[in-house]
């Protein structure tokens, strides 16, 4: 049975810091494209950023400069840091796993990220 379980999220001001955490099991970790997406209100889900199993990292435009995504292998692990966190960052943060190969996908059940003052 794959899990892939995100923690990390919360209330923080504008201008601060978050890391979420997703931890992942029932897959070979090493070999899935990792991802983080997210859904705000009345939004669609979008792509923040994403780590190739062969370590090519990208992110949409308007993270870029400010959130770093990571993975540690050895513990099934994929991080999102978060810094200079702006309002419209708030949202429902998804941790996603794909395999480029066998096309299987995979979602966790999403953390809240909440930016205000």
């Known amino acids: 049975q794959v899990q892939l379980v995100e923690s990390g999220g919360g209330l923080v001001q504008p201008g601060g810091s978050l890391r979420l955490s997703c931890a992942a099991s029932?897959?070979?970790?090493?070999?899935?494209?990792m991802g983080w997406y997210r859904q705000a209100p009345g939004k669609q889900r979008e792509l923040v950023a994403t780590?190739?199993?062969?370590?090519?990292?990208n992110y949409t435009y308007s993270v870029k400069g400010r959130f770093t995504i990571s993975r540690d292998n050895a513990k099934n692990t994929v991080y999102l840091q978060m810094n200079s966190l702006k309002p419209e960052d708030t949202a429902v943060y998804y941790c996603n796993a794909w395999n480029p190969r066998s096309r299987r996908n995979y979602w966790g059940q999403g953390t809240q990220v909440t930016v205000s003052s």
């Open positions: 780590f190739t199993s062969g370590g090519v990292t």
């Open positions: 029932g897959i070979i970790f090493s070999i899935y494209t």
